[in-house]
T-cell receptor
Framework: AQKITQTQPGMFVQEKEAVTLDCTYD???????LFWYKQPSSGEMIFLIY??????QNATEGRYSLNFQKARKSANLVISASQLGDSAMYFC?????????????FGTGTRLQVFP | EAQVTQNPRYLITVTGKKLTVTCSQN?????MSWYRQDPGLGLRQIYY???????DKGDVPEGYKVSRKEKRNFPLILESPSPNQTSLYFC???????????FGPGTRLTVL
């Protein structure tokens, strides 16, 4: 069965510092996608970054990068130069590309607090 | 502006009173899904649709119905809501399976 595990319920980081949010996954699919979403206190889900299972390079989007270690089945999100506006819940999610289904499996989330 | 819209955004209702949460997307996406978010559980898929008139159950379909009569709309129906359906609901759409999903703003439902 597919599963996403986020072991950090909460993280604190000082402004301008980098932070890593952990995500491990379990799947028997060969082709899958990994996503990170941000959910601020206002509630909307904001897409941050995507990594395909066959992508050889780690994905980057501005201050966000995804540290993809396929053998370890981990897909950690790295936020560089944290800002106060980064305080939010962060969800790791996985999709299967092997079957004709459209489902994201989500982790339970990590609440990030950025302090001045 | 490309977006997914949901209505209502907030709803308080009573047990057993049928309700519908609407979802509409203007991106011509074939794939649409409904999720519910509960504390400590992340988001779980309720139903999804791969095209008009094609729907299938997700992980937690009990107590919900959906329909997909038009490509852009994917309403979620609760025929007889119960308090355990109190949750934050998200509609999402994507152009292809496995792609990034675009989420609506969410509907916060309270069933008394």
């Amino acid at each position: 069965a597919q599963k996403i595990t986020q072991t950090q319920p909460g993280m604190f980081v000082q402004e301008k510092e980098a932070v890593t949010l952990d995500c491990t996954y379990d799947t028997s699919d060969q082709s899958y996608g990994l996503f990170w979403y941000k959910q601020p206190s206002s509630g909307e889900m904001i897409f941050l970054i995507y990594q395909g299972s066959y992508d050889e390079q780690n994905a980057t989007e501005g201050r966000y990068s995804l540290n993809f270690q396929k053998a370890r089945k981990s897909a950690n999100l790295v936020i560089s130069a944290s800002q106060l506006g980064d305080s939010a819940m962060y969800f790791c999610a996985m999709s299967s590309r092997s079957y004709n289904t459209d489902k994201l499996i989500f982790g339970t989330g990590t609440r990030l607090q950025v302090f001045p | 502006e490309a977006q997914v819209t949901q209505n209502p955004r907030y709803l308080i209702t009573v047990t057993g009173k049928k309700l519908t949460v609407t979802c509409s997307q203007n991106m011509n996406h074939e794939y649409m899904s409904w999720y519910r978010q509960d504390p400590g559980l992340g988001l779980r898929q309720i139903y999804y649709s791969m095209n008009v008139e094609v729907t299938d159950k997700g992980d937690v379909p009990e107590g919900y119905k959906v329909s997909r009569k038009e490509k852009r709309n994917f309403p979620l129906i609760l025929e007889s809501p119960s308090p355990n359906q109190t949750s934050l609901y998200f509609c999402a759409s994507s152009p292809r399976p496995g792609n990034e999903q675009f989420f609506g703003p969410g509907t916060r439902l309270t069933v008394l």
